[in-house]
């Protein structure tokens, strides 16, 4: 794995512990560790998915970097393809 | 409102085309126990729900169930990325391809078609969950009948992963139902339907 896969990789991890404990907080919205490790997991996937935006690409249509003159939302491997 | 994310909820990485796998999986994409239908049913089913906790549900596994249609979806044109025609003729794959080349369209291992036949959204709260996770239990057995019929460890992979989403979705909307059935009356819970009748609502 390169860094930009051992990064996108982490991104992942910590994206997926969100997705399943905002399904687990919608049945338990006063869940105190729930929240918690909700709170936590935001920041982290926060931090990564900019680390990730600023060395390698956006993941996200709206935090695209334009200052090279250049649309680079079409530059990286689509999803599908295997690179992800 | 969607935004997308440009990445995969589980990755999929795939270095073997195998049109024989591609043709039973591609029935998680648009067959009658598939993601679409799942997704369609879900978010269809959200607009009349009246509580909360079920909206939410409702809303944030309909969107995972995309999330899966891309991944099923990405594991089909992995499977069949670069087959030459003896390899399509071979697997029987030609009866796909002459209607499709190798894009992804819906339908189910047996050809038929995607339709919103294959969900209900009947406005009422407890028929509409109890659907629901039916739908995931028919999503689970799809996927263990996939494991099955294919061996690669690069495929069954992100199906094992699938497999357990579905398992975490029939319990939360287990307590789903359980929420709806808490605040109905406790003595006849089809007294009234709350997606309906105008009724005091606890």
Same mark, same amino acid.
């Given at each position: 794995?390169?860094?930009?896969?051992?990064?996108?990789?982490?991104?992942?991890?910590?994206?997926?512990?969100?997705?399943?404990?905002?399904?687990?907080?919608?049945?338990?919205?006063?869940?105190?560790?729930?929240?918690?490790?909700?709170?936590?997991?935001?920041?982290?996937?926060?931090?990564?998915?900019? @680390?990730?935006?600023?060395?390698?690409?956006?993941?996200?249509?709206?935090?695209?970097?334009?200052?090279?003159?250049?649309?680079?939302?079409?530059? @990286?491997?689509?999803?599908?393809?295997?690179?992800? | 409102?969607?935004?997308?994310?440009?990445?995969?909820?589980?990755?999929?990485?795939?270095?073997?085309?195998?049109?024989?796998?591609?043709?039973?999986?591609?029935?998680?994409?648009?067959?009658?126990? !598939?993601?679409?239908?799942?997704?369609?049913?879900?978010?269809?089913?959200?607009?009349?729900?009246?509580?909360?906790?079920? $909206?939410?549900?409702?809303?944030?596994?309909?969107?995972?169930?995309?999330?899966?249609?891309?991944? $099923?979806?990405?594991?089909?044109?992995?499977?069949?990325? !670069?087959?030459?025609?003896?390899?399509?003729?071979?697997?029987?794959?030609?009866?796909?391809?002459?209607?499709?080349?190798?894009?992804?369209?819906?339908?189910?291992?047996?050809?038929?078609?995607?339709?919103?036949?294959?969900?209900?959204?009947?406005?009422?709260?407890?028929?509409?969950?109890?659907?629901?996770?039916?739908?995931?239990?028919?999503?689970?057995?799809?996927?263990?009948?996939?494991?099955?019929?294919?061996?690669?460890?690069?495929?069954?992979?992100?199906?094992?992963?699938?497999?357990?989403?579905?398992?975490?979705?029939?319990?939360?909307?287990?307590?789903?139902?359980?929420?709806?059935?808490?605040?109905?009356?406790?003595?006849?819970?089809?007294?009234?339907?709350?997606?309906?009748?105008?009724?005091?609502?606890?």
């Amino acid at each position: 794995m390169n860094e930009r896969e051992k990064l996108l990789h982490y991104i992942t991890a910590v994206s997926f512990a969100i997705d399943d404990c905002v399904l687990y907080l919608d049945t338990h919205p006063y869940d105190k560790e729930a929240l918690e490790y909700y709170s936590v997991h935001k920041e982290l996937r926060k931090k990564a998915l900019k @680390q990730y935006t600023e060395n390698f690409g956006p993941l996200l249509n709206d935090n695209v970097d334009v200052s090279c003159g250049k649309w680079t939302w079409i530059d @990286q491997p689509w999803p599908w393809e295997g690179g992800c | 409102m969607w935004n997308y994310e440009k990445r995969l909820q589980y990755p999929v990485k795939i270095s073997t085309p195998n049109a024989k796998a591609a043709k039973v999986i591609i029935t998680q994409f648009g067959g009658p126990d !598939g993601e679409l239908a799942a997704s369609m049913r879900y978010l269809s089913q959200r607009y009349t729900m009246p509580y909360n906790e079920v $909206v939410g549900v409702l809303t944030d596994i309909g969107t995972e169930e995309l999330a899966h249609m891309e991944i $099923v979806c990405a594991i089909v044109h992995q499977l069949t990325k !670069g087959l030459s025609i003896d390899e399509i003729k071979a697997a029987g794959f030609d009866t796909y391809f002459v209607d499709h080349t190798l894009a992804l369209w819906p339908q189910a291992a047996s050809g038929t078609p995607f339709s919103s036949t294959f969900f209900q959204s009947k406005g009422d709260p407890i028929t509409d969950l109890c659907e629901d996770m039916a739908a995931e239990q028919k999503a689970r057995t799809t996927y263990d009948n996939i494991l099955r019929l294919v061996n690669d460890p690069e495929i069954c992979d992100p199906i094992r992963w699938l497999r357990k989403r579905e398992i975490v979705h029939f319990q939360r909307f287990g307590e789903a139902l359980r929420i709806v059935q808490d605040k109905l009356d406790s003595k006849n819970f089809y007294a009234f339907n709350p997606e309906f009748d105008k009724c005091k609502m606890k």
